[in-house]
């Protein structure tokens, strides 16, 4: 089973809305990440989580809160986003998140804000 | 940043007909991906090399980790309608203690029935 879940599949909200983007993975993973992929891009590593701790934030502005409850479960909280932010966000696993691990990817939410 | 250059672009073929794409980079990767994304859904991984010189295959798809570590091509043989979509690739490398996946900028492929 190398599946990554990810809830909503499709999301709208306005500039003022809470949300939050759900991700989750019974692979036994311990690493797991979000990436953002705008239209005709490549995805754009923007979190990584080893052993639920944060190991690397790209830089990405704090209307993005991840957080990952336990070593299943990946959280994107979402607060007064911008309509630049509208765009398709991926969630993806590995074993540790060690050199030469492989990153399964979720179908993605499809963000859209007004 | 390290970028690594994927080409071509997008390419248009019959059915049956061989393809070839391929990425390249100034940097040093250990790893090489090759996705294949279709519209609205997320990157599906369609072949994994872990060692410089390693030629791969996966049903019609074969791919090489070039022996400088700085490339590597993905063919797809006998090319059929499902093949269309947005194929990948990507490196690992190891930059200031952590790791990073570097994508490239993606081959639009569409087949031609």
């Known amino acids: 089973d190398t599946e990554v879940t990810q809830t909503p599949k499709h999301l709208v909200m306005g500039m003022t809305n809470k949300k939050s983007l759900k991700c989750e993975q019974h692979?036994?993973?311990?690493?797991m990440y979000w990436y953002k992929q705008k239209a005709k891009k490549p995805p754009e590593l923007m979190f990584v989580?080893?052993?639920?701790?944060?190991?690397i934030n790209e830089s990405v502005p704090s209307r993005f809160s991840p957080e990952c409850p336990n070593s299943s479960l990946l959280n994107l909280h979402l607060h007064a986003l911008q309509p630049e932010d509208s765009a398709l966000y991926l969630c993806a696993s590995s074993q540790e998140g060690r050199p030469g691990e492989t990153q399964y990817f979720g179908p993605g939410t499809r963000l859209l804000v007004l | 940043g390290q970028q690594l250059n994927q080409s071509p672009q997008s390419m248009f073929i019959q059915e049956g007909e061989d393809v070839s794409m391929n990425c390249t980079s100034s940097?040093?990767?250990?790893?090489w991906l090759w996705y294949k994304q279709d519209p609205g859904e997320g990157p599906v991984l369609l072949i994994a090399l872990y060692k410089a010189g390693e030629l791969t295959s996966n049903g019609r798809l074969t791919a090489q980790f070039g022996i400088t570590r700085k490339d590597s091509f993905l063919n797809i043989s006998a090319s059929i309608p499902s093949d269309v979509g947005i194929y990948f690739c990507a490196g690992r490398l190891t930059q200031g203690g952590s790791e990073k996946l570097v994508f490239g900028k993606g081959t639009k492929l569409t087949v031609n029935p």
């Open positions: 692979m036994g993973h311990r690493a």
């Open positions: 989580y080893s052993y639920e701790k944060l190991s």
């Open positions: 940097s040093i990767f250990n790893t």
